[in-house]
């Protein structure tokens, strides 16, 4: 079973700026995609972005508006996240997650592997 761990997380102020890091124990299948999603409080979980081990094409949520950016490498299992502009509605915990590639990026269920996830904590 692969498994994933973020780290990066943290509190930061409006305006800063974090990388995010998702580390998989293994790149289970060359034809996989690799999510984003976030989750504050109260609130369902919400796609941020996907992209796949072998360099595809990226999806991105609408709310971004260009401030987060997801990469990754394949030499260290890992994908990123950068995220700019931080405003305090990005407060959230925040999980990677692994799915097929013929699944739907953008819808959590799709995803069948998921990580403990980071806290993410923006301060007005």
């Known amino acids: 079973q692969v498994q994933l761990v973020e780290s990066g997380g943290g509190l930061v102020q409006a305006g800063g700026s974090l990388r995010l890091s998702c580390v998989a124990s293994?790149?289970?299948?060359?034809?996989?995609?690799m999510g984003w999603f976030r989750q504050a409080p109260g609130k369902e979980r919400e796609f941020i972005a996907a992209i796949t081990w072998i360099g595809g094409p990226t999806n991105y949520g609408d709310f971004l508006k260009s401030r987060f950016t997801i990469s990754r490498d394949t030499d260290k299992n890992t994908v990123y996240l950068q995220m700019i502009g931080l405003e305090p509605g990005d407060t959230g915990r925040y999980f990677c997650?692994?799915?097929?590639?013929?699944?739907?990026?953008?819808?959590?269920?799709?995803?069948?592997?998921w990580g403990q996830g980071t806290q993410v904590t923006v301060s007005s």
């Open positions: 293994e790149r289970a299948a060359i034809n996989s995609r």
């Open positions: 997650a692994g799915a097929s590639v013929g699944r739907n990026p953008f819808n959590s269920g799709d995803y069948s592997i």
